[in-house]
């Protein structure tokens, strides 16, 4: 009898996974879900796509130790390198294994299923960055926003009286979102950058428009098994201000109104955070190229 159940629970099985939607099996260990979950309060939808099981897994940053680059543990580097060109970055997920092998299966071999995941796993920290960055314009910039403290973060420059003290909207926040821009070289061998899709994800998400306002001017090579003094040379001039890209944002500014005094706060996107060298060196051109003031803010779906 018993032998029979289970021939006929393995047939009902099989019968499920024939008739079943195409995509009810977990993106990442092929087991299937439950079923499509109800979307969680910030509408995230990375239930679509894996298991109870690889959702547990993973290893999101709550938390924030570092208000600068946002690691979520006791931060040597910002401690030596206080002054940075950037604001400051918050990422999704630390990078372990598990979230290294997924970049993995998406960056370098190609599937593409994984691109939406990561851009909606790095939702949540885009609304924990729009909401600091919010709460700074107020007069308590070391409150708690989000479960995330912000102590010691500078007001925002231009922000109007009337305002402070109130949460601005993703849209008021945010003037523009741009990414790292890849080499030639690595464009054709994926077929895409993986930041620009992020960012334009993130783009979406703020309602603010997607800018190229780099360019990469030489390769600095593959960094992930560079030191972190290594790295910081190999980004040294490497990036260069996409001159069309920049025209734009000095367009968008006069449109928006923005007063002389007040910063264009654009939102630069990465898939990972490591040193911040590469977001030191984006911010830096960025910044070198317009004759007026700018906040470089840096989202990043993992912090390494």
Request: net charge positive; with cysteine; aromatic share 8%.
């Given at each position: ?9 393995s ?15 977990c ?13 969680s ?7 679509d ?15 924030p ?10 931060c ?21 294994d ?26 949540p920290a ?31 420059a ?15 926040v ?21 930041s ?6 993130a783009a ?16 600095s ?23 069309a ?9 006069a ?7 007040e ?6 996107v ?17 910044r070198?190229a ?15």
């Open positions: 009898m018993m032998k029979w159940t289970a021939i006929l629970r047939l009902f099985s099989q019968s499920v996974d024939l008739l079943g939607p195409p995509d009810a099996h993106l990442v260990c092929g087991g299937r879900r439950r079923g499509l979950p109800p979307r309060a910030d509408g995230l939808r990375i239930g796509w894996l298991c109870d099981g690889c959702l547990a897994r993973i290893p999101w940053i709550r938390r130790a570092c208000p600068r680059c946002g690691r979520p543990v006791f040597p580097d910002c401690i030596r390198q206080p002054v940075r060109a950037f604001e400051m970055n918050r990422s999704a997920v630390r990078y372990n598990d979230m290294k092998e997924w970049l993995a299966l998406y960056k370098f071999r190609g599937d593409e299923r994984y691109g939406e995941v990561l851009a909606e796993m790095m939702l885009f609304e924990r960055l729009t909401a600091e960055v919010s709460a700074a314009a107020g007069d308590e910039a070391g409150r708690m926003v989000s479960g995330t403290r912000c102590a010691g973060l500078k007001k925002i231009g922000w109007p009286d009337r305002m402070r003290g109130e949460r601005r909207t993703a849209r008021q945010w003037h523009a979102v741009t990414y790292v821009p890849v080499s030639r070289e690595r464009a054709e061998e994926r077929g895409f950058n993986q620009e899709r992020l960012a334009r994800a979406m998400r703020a309602n603010a428009p997607l800018l190229p306002l780099l360019r990469r001017i030489r390769d090579g593959k960094q992930s098994q560079r030191g972190r003094s290594e790295r910081l040379r190999a980004m040294r001039a490497v990036f260069g201000p996409d001159d890209g920049i025209r734009r944002l000095a367009e968008l500014r449109s928006f109104g923005v007063r002389t005094s910063p264009v706060r654009v939102l630069l990465d898939d990972i955070y490591t040193t911040g060298s590469t977001a030191e060196a984006c911010a830096e051109a960025v070198a317009v004759p007026y003031p700018v906040q470089v803010y840096v989202l990043t779906w993992a912090r390494s």
